[in-house]
Nanobody, 116 residues
Framework: QLQLVESGGGLVQPGGSLRLSCAAS????????IAWFRQAPGKEREGVSC????????NYADSVKGRFTIPMDNTKNTVYLQMNSLKPEDTAVYYC?????????WGRGTQVTVSS
């Protein structure tokens, strides 16, 4: 069964760092592009970052460029979201996403709260 499981969220002070994990099962990550989205309270879900199936291409939302990276570990079948210099406006539930055969697959999300 295809599954994505996010972890690594928590409470962090402004300027701090967190690393989120998206562990995949039921498929091999290096065959599919993976994206991270986030949804803040009262706001629509927005794309944060994505990585190509080969890992050779990445993209970032303007709001996180220079602060977030999206490394992949094929040996662990896991994609990460390394978040540095966190800001209160980064507070949201973070989800990873994959599309296969016109079907969207989502994890359950992990909460990130940036607050002093």
């Amino acid at each position: 069964q295809l599954q994505l499981v996010e972890s690594g969220g928590g409470l962090v002070q402004p300027g701090g760092s967190l690393r989120l994990s998206c562990a995949a099962s039921g498929f091999t990550l290096d065959n599919y592009a993976i994206a991270w989205f986030r949804q803040a309270p009262g706001k629509e879900r927005e794309g944060v970052s994505c990585i190509s199936s080969s890992g050779g291409s990445t993209n970032y939302a303007d709001s996180v460029k220079g602060r977030f990276t999206i490394p992949m570990d094929n040996t662990k079948n896991t994609v990460y979201l390394q978040m540095n210099s966190l800001k209160p406006e980064d507070t949201a539930v973070y989800y990873c996403n994959m599309v296969r055969a016109l079907t969207n697959y989502w994890g359950r999300g992990t909460q990130v709260t940036v607050s002093s």
